[in-house]
């Protein structure tokens, strides 16, 4: 009942219940001001995300010195409250909050693991709009993952930061409702010491601007993007601009150790990112791009127009895999992590396309190859539809999950598979998708029951029959 949910929710959130309004009966429950869930509600992250907002724009001004590591940040959020709220949280680890306002008026806050719970004078309607302005600094501490996500969120490196939060480590660097199930749009505003660049997603807003020793950089990202897509990834670049073939602005950058790779990125990202616009369909947004940092991360992430190399030059096919994520991943965002081979299973399939279009190995052998592994591999035993909260980026979930397309692609035919990747491209731009949704479209556009096919591919822990 509506009385049990409070109590929990009260108690997670570490407040106390004595000064909340009186819990209403359950046919009123509109009228009601109550805490914003600690959560999203995504079962496997319970604690990711916010619950009773939907934010729609995030304004992010931080400023950043590498000799102290320390970031000096104010975040200005703008929201809509999807219930009644008494109070709501936020995501932040570690930093220090100085200052919590709402609509101009301070608000009280408390701090608890991971949650910033946010209690405004007055409570906030549903539905009503509200823009919290959050003041914070210290030395950002990225997360670091014993399972098989390594580290994550704002890195340090020795000229600056390589920020790259996927899955969750968007607040190691700001306040944020830090879930792919809310995209919002941003602006940056990242200040850095003379002679330093800053990268974040989206266009450059004007020309940076230099006072006093320090640099300031203005970004925009005007398409909606989920938290752990964002960056303001610093330090020392060289940097290459211009259009693709057909018209995309695109932008690559190197660490200066990375030199040797500049033109090659540039080439490779614009004749990609063109290629991509006629397999998908249109490119969805502003730019293109890609950054090669001095980071030995260990792997790349899909940052939002600007795909970031974590210490290596990457090869045309990594750059195929980061650059096919800005459809699917990126403009069509998964809702719930489980569902992460919709981005990985896709970017990697995307990968032997890549491959095949340049006369190497073909997307069949790629499947062959991968097919002859014997019933004891542990591909196997994972089904890659249902990614697993603490091993979330197993090979299955990339490469089993690319071969359930290719499974797909022979059960329907070239035609309607191409068509149906750009249908679902098209149909879901900007927007959320699940699993069973990519399963219906393919079964209505071929007029095949496809269950036992995905079921075999996705779902069981063993290898599916030929
Ligand atoms: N999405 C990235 C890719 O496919 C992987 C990100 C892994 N994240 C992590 N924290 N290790 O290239
Ligand atoms: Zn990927």
């Given at each position: ?77 703008r929201a809509a409250a ?20 709402l609509d ?16 405004p004078?007055?409570?906030i309607?549903?539905?009503d709009e509200f823009t919290v ?334």
């Open positions: 009942s509506g009385v049990v949910a409070l109590v929990v929710l009260g108690s997670v959130v570490g407040c106390s219940l004595t000064d909340e309004p009186t819990p209403p009966a359950v046919h009123h429950t509109e009228a009601a001001y109550r805490p914003g869930a600690p959560g999203i509600g995504d079962p496997d992250f319970p604690d990711d995300g916010n619950g009773g907002y939907d934010v729609a724009h995030y304004d992010l001004d931080v400023d950043y010195t590498p000799a102290t590591r320390r970031l000096e940040g104010v975040a200005t959020i999807t219930q009644g709220l008494s109070s709501f949280n936020l995501d932040l680890a570690g930093l220090d909050v100085r200052k919590v306002s101009g008026k301070s608000a009280t806050f408390s701090r608890r693991g991971d949650e910033l719970t946010v209690r004078e007055r409570p309607d549903a539905n302005e959050v003041t914070y600094d210290g030395v950002p501490n990225p997360a670091k993952d014993t399972g098989n996500l390594g580290t994550f969120g704002f890195m340090p490196t020795s000229d600056g930061a390589f920020v790259a939060s996927e899955p969750d480590g968007s607040k190691t660097w700001f306040p944020s409702n830090d879930h792919p199930a809310d995209k919002a749009t941003y602006a940056f505003e990242i200040t850095v010491p003379a002679g330093l660049t800053a990268l974040a997603n989206g266009e450059q807003v004007g020309q940076p601007k230099t006072a006093g020793g320090k640099t300031t950089f203005r970004w925009r990202e005007r398409h909606p993007m989920a938290t752990y897509l964002a960056t303001a990834t610093l330090g020392k670049f060289e940097l290459r601009q211009g259009k693709t073939a057909s018209g995309i602005p695109t932008l690559a950058a190197t660490d200066p150790a990375f030199k040797s790779g500049l033109d090659r990125l540039y080439t490779s990202t614009a004749e990609i990112t063109d290629h991509w616009a006629k397999v998908f369909g249109p490119y969805p947004f502003s730019s293109t791009g890609g950054v090669i940092d001095n980071y030995t991360a260990g792997y790349a992430l899909e940052n939002q127009t600007k795909p970031l190399y974590g210490g290596f030059d990457p090869d045309e096919v990594i750059v195929a895999h980061e650059l096919a994520h800005q459809w699917f991943g990126n403009s069509l965002t998964i809702w719930r992590w489980k569902d992460l081979w919709l981005n990985e299973g896709f970017a990697t399939y995307a990968e032997w396309m890549w491959s095949e279009h340049k006369g190497r190995k073909t997307v069949e052998e790629f499947f062959t190859e991968f097919n002859n592994r014997p019933d004891s591999d542990p591909m196997w035993s994972y089904p890659p539809g249902r990614a697993k909260p603490d091993d979330l980026f197993n090979q299955s979930v990339y490469t089993r999950g690319g071969m359930a397309l290719h499974a797909l692609r022979k059960a329907i035919g070239d035609e309607t598979f191409f068509k149906l990747l750009r249908t679902w491209a098209a149909e879901h731009r900007y927007g959320h998708v699940t699993t069973e949704k990519f399963i219906d479209l393919a079964e209505r556009m071929s007029g095949k029951d496809l269950n036992p096919l995905f079921d075999a591919w996705l779902f069981q822990p063993r290898k599916p029959a030929a």
